[in-house]
């Protein structure tokens, strides 16, 4: 039987809504009990942005210090979408190299899942994690671009400092 551990990412308010984490870790528990898989403890649930390529993410941190410390009792890890698991294409190859090469882990989404062991596997997560990394960059942009315009305007883009009252 596999033993695998679940997590669940969310970085906004809004995503909480839709997709939330109860939501997600749902949809994986089904996935799993659909295959026979046994599920290590409790999911780890971040509500953390995971554009960035470090572990800034603390339960994702919690995670990976756990299958490194317990790497012969955890087969794979499994998250809802790849999106969910990186947004930067950086830090999938990292931990994907950190997880499944060297402690033998495999990761994976539920939805479109990568086998690994196929050679078209680093297009497929370039893929994945580059189009969700491409999203926060345009993002990013447009909310830049608004603050800009909203400034040539002659208007305050932000929140009235402190002492001071929000009105037009």
Not at 18 to 43: D, K, M
Not at 44 to 55: E, H, R, V, W
Not at 101 to 106: A, N, T, V, Y
Request: net charge positive; aromatic share 14%; glycine share 6%.
């Amino acid at each position: 039987m596999k033993k695998v551990i679940l997590y669940c990412r969310v970085s906004t308010d809004e995503q909480s809504e839709g997709c939330s984490l109860e939501v997600q870790e749902r949809y994986l528990r089904a996935f799993c009990s659909n295959r026979g898989y046994q599920i290590i403890g409790e999911p780890y649930k971040d509500d953390y942005s995971a554009k960035y390529f470090d572990l800034r993410r603390p339960e994702f941190k919690r995670l990976y210090y756990y299958c490194r410390k317990h790497k012969n009792e955890v087969d794979a890890v499994y998250f809802l979408r790849w999106d969910r698991y990186a947004r930067n294409v950086e830090f999938a190859f990292a931990y994907k190299r950190k997880l499944y090469d060297e402690l033998g882990i495999e990761i994976n989404a539920m939805e479109s899942p990568i086998d690994f062991t196929a050679t078209d596997w680093p297009m497929l997560l370039a893929l994945y994690c580059g189009a969700a990394h491409t999203e926060d960059v345009k993002i990013s942009r447009r909310t830049k671009d608004g603050i800009h315009g909203t400034r040539l305007k002659g208007k305050w883009p932000h929140q009235a400092p402190r002492g001071y009252k929000n009105v037009r």
